[in-house]
């Protein structure tokens, strides 16, 4: 691969439209400075400073595509009908992402996770303590028909889909097929980004698992070249894929294309570009697929795909927590390496 030549084409990543279809959530950060011990118990009081509101899960794949095209990203998801719904959507708003097919459920909790931190003159800041809401059961029947009904409405408007399970419930076997199908009737790139029941998302354009993810689901370590080439086939025997991406930390990447034989496939790996300033590889993964998903629907080769992926993730993990990048980011990283 040409690194001008992918430069050349960085600028199409603006055109396609993408959907995001799965578990959506906020990351709230409130933080404060130590201000003494408690009477009535023994904990810190914290003099209230800041809060945050970070996109996180599937809304940070969504904040992803929405930075690198400029807002041409769409959500579909469920949210609770109480005061974090509103944050997220506004959030979500924010970020220049259409909330227009998001579903609002009177019995589920809107996914909100708060990291409460505390920090004093004499120390850096840290987390004190995390408090998670959310509902994890499966969508209700009438809920799951909603969301089912609003996937055959949006998914004709863009040209690709992404999604995105954090194992909260919203994507059910149903919601799955009705995206694949749906996704595949109109000819549409569709990429999923999953941690495990890998079996469930046969008919997807692609997948985007990391190293030990992928080696749970294929029963074995993929620790060496053999290793990895029999992971490639197993996955098209499996699921029948055309693309399987796998992220291998500071390994960096690998991407199987699968081709008209049965169980054939090209393997084409790539280092890791940033290896010395990870800080955080929280929401890596979002910015992985949102990269790659916006590469293939911009008409790149899924080797380019991959490269713009590995881009994307090693300018996040340089900073805290779930962030994003942006068209120009990625051109002046792209310059920056020497080679692919």
Same mark, same amino acid.
């Given at each position: 691969m040409e690194k001008c030549e992918i430069l050349k084409k960085l600028d199409k990543l603006k055109e396609p439209k993408i959907l995001i279809i799965g578990d959506f959530a906020i990351d709230e950060m409130v933080f404060g400075q130590t201000e003494r011990i408690s009477r009535e118990a023994p904990v810190l009081i914290l003099q209230h400073s800041e809060t945050k509101i970070i996109l996180g899960t599937a809304s940070n794949a969504a904040h992803n595509i929405?930075?690198?095209?400029?807002?041409?990203?769409?959500?579909?998801?469920?949210? @609770?009908?109480? #005061? #974090? @719904?509103? $944050?997220l959507i506004k959030a979500l708003n924010d970020a220049k992402i259409n909330t227009d097919f998001m579903i609002v459920d009177k019995n589920r909790k809107t996914t909100t996770k708060t990291r409460i931190s505390g920090s004093c003159s004499q120390s850096i800041t840290q987390q004190i303590v995390r408090i998670d809401r959310q509902t994890k059961m499966p969508l209700s029947p009438d809920i799951e028909a909603k969301v089912i009904e609003n996937i055959k409405k949006a998914v004709p408007l863009y040209d690709g889909v992404i999604l995105?399970?954090?194992? !909260?419930?919203? =994507?059910?076997? +149903?919601?799955?097929?009705? %995206?694949?199908d749906t996704a595949n009737e109109y000819g549409k790139v569709i990429v999923a980004d999953i941690q495990k029941d890998m079996e469930r998302?046969?008919?997807?354009?692609?997948?985007? /698992?990391?190293? /030990?993810?992928?080696?749970?689901?294929? @029963?074995?370590?993929?620790?060496?070249?053999?290793? =990895?080439?029999?992971?490639?086939?197993?996955?098209?025997?499996?699921?029948?894929?055309?693309?399987?991406?796998?992220?291998?930390?500071?390994?960096?990447?690998? =991407?199987?294309?699968?081709?008209?034989?049965?169980?054939?496939?090209?393997?084409?790996?790539? /280092?890791?570009?940033?290896?010395?300033?990870?800080?955080? $590889?929280?929401?890596?993964?979002?910015?992985?697929?949102?990269?790659?998903? !916006?590469?293939?629907? %911009?008409?790149?080769?899924?080797?380019? %795909?991959? $490269?713009?992926?590995? =881009?994307?993730?090693?300018?996040?993990?340089?900073?805290?927590?779930?962030?994003?990048? +942006?068209?120009?980011?990625?051109?002046?990283?792209?310059? +920056?390496?020497?080679?692919?």
């Open positions: 929405s930075s690198i095209n400029c807002g041409k990203a769409g959500a579909i998801g469920v949210l @609770g009908d109480d #005061y #974090y @719904g509103g $944050v995105s399970d954090y194992h !909260l419930g919203c =994507l059910t076997q +149903n919601v799955i097929k009705a %995206a694949i998302y046969k008919g997807v354009t692609a997948i985007t /698992p990391n190293q /030990p993810d992928s080696e749970k689901f294929l @029963g074995y370590f993929v620790n060496d070249e053999a290793a =990895l080439k029999k992971a490639g086939e197993d996955f098209y025997k499996k699921l029948g894929l055309k693309y399987t991406l796998i992220t291998r930390g500071e390994k960096g990447m690998v =991407l199987f294309e699968n081709h008209s034989e049965a169980s054939k496939c090209v393997m084409t790996k790539i /280092p890791a570009f940033n290896k010395k300033e990870v800080f955080d $590889v929280t929401g890596a993964g979002d910015t992985v697929v949102a990269a790659f998903t !916006l590469a293939l629907c %911009a008409g790149m080769t899924a080797a380019e %795909a991959m $490269v713009v992926g590995n =881009l994307a993730a090693s300018i996040v993990i340089r900073q805290f927590g779930c962030h994003t990048t +942006n068209l120009e980011e990625l051109k002046s990283e792209l310059n +920056n390496i020497k080679e692919i």
